[in-house]
């Protein structure tokens, strides 16, 4: 799961991401609204925080400019405006969820949570294939009942995979949607942690489409 943060408060930006990826989210973050744009249409994100006020593009334009190229993607905006008409006007924006500042982190989690539940068409927090289970609100993950422990990026791969039941997905895509933007080598470290990962899992549970992709179920 990738996550799309846009907060120019820069402690409240660095706390964002620290939170968030404690809980096993990838996330990239940007101070601005241009930054934002340029990372929304380089990257494959399946949320995005989005702060209103924000230099050069307001938060407003920015929520704009995602609900036009894509009418699927989560938002949910963080602001300091308490008016009922800004919430209002960022709901009919095409905001999926509003939460005014300042607000309790365990909040914020749990609407992401349920934002990211909510477009996958999870009923609950578990993901299940057959015997294999993943919980994601406890990031834990078992075959055929006994616990299995996967690193982050395993973890995120097989999440990933999982959600997209049925659906080939390239290795190209994996590596954007589970490793930051910003890390080197990332080519070769997906094929580390895509065999690592399929050790730990029933044999051809992870399967591979030659010159496709990987896709599970
Ligand atoms: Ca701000």
Redesign the pocket.
Known sequence: MKLLIV???ESLNKVLVKVLRKLGYTTDSVFDGEEALDLYFENNYDLVIL????PKFD?MEVLRVIREDNAELPVLIL??RSEIYDKIQGLDEGANDYLTKPFHFDELTARVRALLRRNFQMSGTKIEIGDVVLDMATKTFTVGGNSVILSKKEYGVLAYLMLRKGETVSAQKLIESVWESDTEEMEKSFYVHISTLRRKLPKDFIKNVRGQGYYVG
């Open positions: 907060e120019d408060e702060d209103l006020n924000l938060g602001s300091a």
